[in-house]
């Protein structure tokens, strides 16, 4: 999840300067997203939308909407539609999700108590969640499944990508990284959308979808305790107070020995200094200490 770039067209309302100020602290405080002077035209552009769908005059009466109207709630999630592009696609950056499969699920397999959850967070259309699905069961180490009690819980701020996650029918561009032997393993052609496939139902067994702000405390504690937790390339795009204030949830998520693993261009360099750096073959990842007292 990122902020959406595109062109301004002239002719139009124009986003004031203050007008400018307003919305873009009220939408970091809101949805963590970060739209700095370089993004300043996406943001105008894509609000002037809500404008014309909402009969309002200038962004000064949207910003009212957001902030106060009986209607907010329901324009958040319109807003947040608009605001954030959802770019994935199944086995993405296959290095680190090699060092999940060989690495870090071994670890997971020997726990004395047969429960793992995975949260996938910020998981778009649900790619990604049902990649970490693909790879347990394939991984061999978690036989016979009904010993355990598995769950990989994917979340968005999107409700229109977690409607898309769970319907779980997909086209070529998704599959643009997906082995001809995974495809034919995970997937079955889908009987109601013509040349596209589904998630099978072995996958689809293991994985549970909810809208969710990352910002919202009230929703993300409903998720429990993680053994892993992938979130990639979501907090890259958010200012530093929201950066801080996820990474801290997620230390709280997670278990002691617990997993965070971040983008290839992410890192936690001046967020937080509780994890440790945990040098895998494939990848370098961040972990919850065993024991520890040290706070996010």
Same mark, same amino acid.
């Given at each position: 999840?990122?902020?959406? *770039?595109? +062109?301004?067209?002239? %002719?139009?309302?124009?986003?004031? #300067?203050? $007008?400018? !100020?307003?919305?873009?602290d &009220?939408?970091?405080? *809101?949805? +963590?997203?970060?739209? %700095?002077?370089?993004?300043?035209? #996406?943001? $105008?552009? !894509?609000l002037?939308?809500? &404008?014309?769908?909402?009969?309002?005059?200038?962004?000064?009466?949207?910003?009212?909407?957001?902030?106060?109207?009986?209607?907010?709630?329901?324009?958040?999630?319109?807003?947040?539609?608009?605001?954030?592009?959802?770019?994935?696609?199944?086995?993405r950056?296959?290095?680190?999700l090699?060092?999940?499969?060989?690495?870090i699920l071994?670890?997971?397999?020997?726990?004395?108590?047969?429960?793992?959850?995975?949260?996938?967070?910020?998981c778009?259309?649900?790619?990604e969640?049902?990649?970490?699905?693909?790879?347990?069961?394939?991984?061999?180490?978690?036989?016979?499944l009904?010993?355990?009690?598995?769950r990989?819980?994917?979340s968005?701020?999107?409700k229109r990508?977690?409607?898309a996650?769970?319907?779980g029918?997909?086209?070529?561009?998704?599959?643009?990284?997906?082995?001809?032997?995974?495809?034919?393993?995970?997937?079955?052609?889908?009987?109601?959308?013509?040349?596209?496939?589904?998630?099978?139902?072995?996958?689809?067994?293991?994985c549970?979808?909810?809208?969710?702000?990352?910002?919202?405390?009230?929703?993300?504690?409903?998720?429990?305790?993680c053994?892993?937790?992938?979130?990639?390339?979501?907090?890259?795009?958010?200012?530093?107070?929201?950066?801080?204030?996820?990474?801290?949830?997620?230390?709280?998520?997670?278990?002691?020995?617990?997993?965070?693993?971040?983008g290839?261009?992410?890192?936690?360099?001046?967020?937080?200094?509780?994890?440790?750096?945990?040098?895998?073959?494939?990848?370098?990842v961040?972990?919850?200490p065993?024991?520890?007292?040290?706070?996010?």
């Open positions: 999840m990122r902020p959406r *770039r595109f +062109g301004a067209r002239t %002719g139009e309302t124009q986003l004031r #300067s203050e $007008e400018y !100020r307003l919305l873009r &009220l939408i970091s405080e *809101r949805l +963590g997203l970060f739209f %700095g002077p370089e993004l300043r035209s #996406s943001l $105008e552009r !894509r002037r939308e809500r &404008l014309g769908v909402r009969g309002l005059d200038s962004f000064a009466d949207y910003y009212q909407l957001l902030a106060y109207g009986a209607a907010g709630h329901e324009e958040w999630d319109e807003a947040a539609e608009l605001l954030t592009t959802h770019e994935t696609y199944f086995f950056e296959d290095y680190q090699r060092a999940f499969q060989q690495e071994p670890l997971l397999a020997k726990k004395e108590r047969k429960r793992m959850q995975i949260w996938s967070a910020g778009s259309t649900g790619e969640a049902y990649t970490i699905a693909m790879l347990i069961l394939d991984s061999g180490l978690f036989e016979p009904a010993d355990w009690e598995i990989v819980h994917g968005d701020l999107s990508c977690i409607a996650a769970r319907r029918i997909y086209g070529g561009a998704s599959f643009r990284a997906t082995a001809d032997v995974a495809r034919g393993r995970w997937f079955v052609p889908s009987l109601v959308e013509e040349g596209k496939s589904g998630v099978s139902a072995s996958v689809r067994s293991l549970h979808f909810a809208q969710m702000n990352l910002l919202d405390d009230e929703r993300t504690n409903l998720v429990g305790k053994d892993v937790i992938f979130c990639r390339n979501v907090v890259l795009y958010f200012d530093a107070a929201a950066r801080k204030r996820v990474i801290d949830m997620f230390y709280e998520r997670l278990v002691p020995g617990g997993v965070l693993l971040l290839h261009a992410e890192s936690l360099l001046n967020v937080s200094t509780a994890f440790e750096l945990l040098h895998l073959k494939e990848d370098l961040y972990r919850k065993l024991a520890s007292t040290a706070k996010p």
